[in-house]
C-alpha cells in the first residue's frame, strides 16, 4: 500500500500522540541534565525511611511515602529510577483516563484529540515527570476517580479519590463535591456508594496509623504560619518572623491574624490566587520557566468561562462541573494557604479541557453566526 493510501483514524493518531508525549517525557527525563529532585523530595525519601523502620513521620500526607516506601523494599538501589519510570507510566496512564472520560460524554474526536494533544504537550505536565514528588501519582489518582464516576462504578470512584488526597491533600474537597452534587440531582444512591468507597479509603488509613505503619499528616500548621507570612512569590517557610507561641499553636495563629489584620490577610490571599493561576512575573525566573508556567493563565480564564456558561454549552453541565471539582479543590485550598508554581499541576489537565470545550463552543456559535 502507497504511504498516500494509508488512512488516518482517531485511533492512530490517539496513539501517535501518546507514542511521542511518551518520547518527549522519556527524553526530559533521562536525556536532558535536570535534577529529579525538588526541595520537597528528601522529606518524602525520609518519611518512606521511616515508615520502614517503624517510627513514622508526621509531616505530608502518607501516599507517596507509602509508595516509596515499597520501591524501597522491592528494590532499594534503584528507587529513583523507578520513580521516574513510574511518573513516565503514570502520566500516560492519565492521558488515556482522560480520553476515556470525553469518550463516556461523547465529545467529538475532533475535540478530544486537541485536548489530549495539549495535555500530552503541556510543557509544565512534561517537564514535571522527572521531578520524584506527589503530584503525578495524584493527578492519576483522581483521574481515576472521575473514570470509575463516569462508568458509574461510585464505591471505586470513593476509594481512589481518597487515595488521590492521601497523595496531595489539596484534592480533598473533590470527593464531598460529587457527593453533594449527586445528592442534589437525586442520586442519593450514586452519593451513598461514592461516600462509602471513600469512607472506606478514610478508615484503612485511620487503621494505618493506629498500628503505627504511618504518622498522622501534620504540615497543614506549618503552611498555615506560612500562609500569613507570605506574599506573593515572597515565602517564609523557615517561619523565621514566627514566634514560639505561634509555632506551637498555629491555627490560633492564622486565625487570629485574620482579626487582627484582615486587609493584609486579603491582599496575601489574592497575591497567593495570582501565583497559582495568574502569568509568572518574577525577575529570578529564566523565559523558558515564564513560558512554562505563564500560559496557565489564558487557559483559565477560559477555563472559568465554561463554568460560568456551562448551562449554555451543548456538551452538557455534567461534564463541565465534573472537570471543574478538581480545579475549585485545589484554588480553593491555596487561596486560604499559599502557592507556588507547582501547585496547579494536577488541576492543569481538566483546565485544558474546560477551556477546549469552552473554545469550541466560541466557534460554533461564530459558525451559526451567534457571536
Avoid at 97 to 122: C, G, P, Q, V
Amino acid at each position: 500500500m502507497s504511504p498516500l493510501n494509508i488512512k488516518i483514524t482517531y485511533k492512530k493518531l490517539f496513539y501517535l500522540i501518546l507514542f511521542l508525549g511518551l518520547l518527549a517525557r522519556v527524553y526530559v527525563a533521562f536525556f536532558l541534565d535536570l535534577t529529579w529532585y525538588d526541595p520537597d523530595t528528601e522529606n518524602y525519601l525520609k518519611m518512606a525511611e521511616a515508615i520502614i523502620d517503624g517510627n513514622p513521620l508526621h509531616y505530608f500526607p502518607n501516599g507517596l511515602p507509602l509508595l516509596l516506601a515499597g520501591i524501597m523494599l522491592i528494590a532499594p538501589d534503584n528507587v529513583p529510577v523507578i520513580v521516574v519510570l513510574l511518573n513516565i507510566v503514570l502520566q500516560i496512564a492519565a492521558v488515556i483516563l482522560m480520553e476515556r472520560i470525553l469518550s463516556r460524554y461523547n465529545i467529538d474526536e475532533k475535540i478530544r484529540l486537541i485536548i489530549i494533544f495539549i495535555i500530552a504537550f503541556y510543557p509544565h505536565q512534561v517537564d514535571s515527570v522527572r521531578l520524584i514528588l506527589s503530584e503525578i501519582p495524584a493527578l492519576f489518582l483522581i483521574m481515576l476517580s472521575l473514570m470509575f464516576y463516569s462508568y458509574g462504578k461510585y464505591p471505586a470512584c470513593g476509594f481512589t479519590g481518597y487515595l488521590a488526597y492521601t497523595f496531595r491533600s489539596t484534592l480533598f474537597f473533590v470527593l464531598p463535591l460529587i457527593i453533594i452534587y449527586d445528592f442534589f440531582k437525586g442520586k442519593k444512591i450514586s452519593a451513598l456508594k461514592s461516600a462509602a468507597g471513600f469512607l472506606t479509603g478514610v478508615l484503612i488509613f485511620i487503621f494505618l496509623e493506629g498500628i503505627g505503619v504511618v504518622g498522622s499528616p501534620d504540615n497543614y500548621e506549618d503552611n498555615l504560619l506560612v500562609a500569613i507570612n507570605s506574599y506573593g512569590y515572597d515565602i517564609d517557610f523557615k517561619l523565621e518572623e514566627s514566634g514560639e507561641y505561634e509555632i506551637r499553636h498555629p491555627v490560633k495563629t492564622y486565625f487570629n491574624f485574620i482579626l487582627n489584620n484582615p486587609v493584609e490577610y486579603t491582599k496575601q490571599r489574592f497575591l497567593s490566587l495570582w501565583c497559582l493561576w495568574g502569568p509568572i512575573v518574577y525577575d529570578d525566573y529564566s523565559f523558558k520557566t515564564l513560558v512554562i508556567y505563564s500560559i496557565r493563565f489564558p487557559f483559565f480564564i477560559l477555563a472559568l468561562l465554561a463554568f460560568i456558561f456551562r448551562n449554555k454549552m451543548e456538551y452538557g453541565k455534567d461534564l463541565v462541573i465534573l472537570m471543574s471539582f478538581p480545579v475549585i479543590s485545589i484554588t480553593v485550598i491555596h487561596f486560604f494557604f499559599f502557592s507556588i508554581p507547582r501547585h496547579p499541576f494536577v488541576a492543569e489537565p481538566f483546565v485544558i479541557v474546560l477551556s477546549v470545550l469552552f473554545l469550541g463552543y466560541l466557534i460554533k456559535l461564530k459558525k451559526s453566526k451567534k457571536i
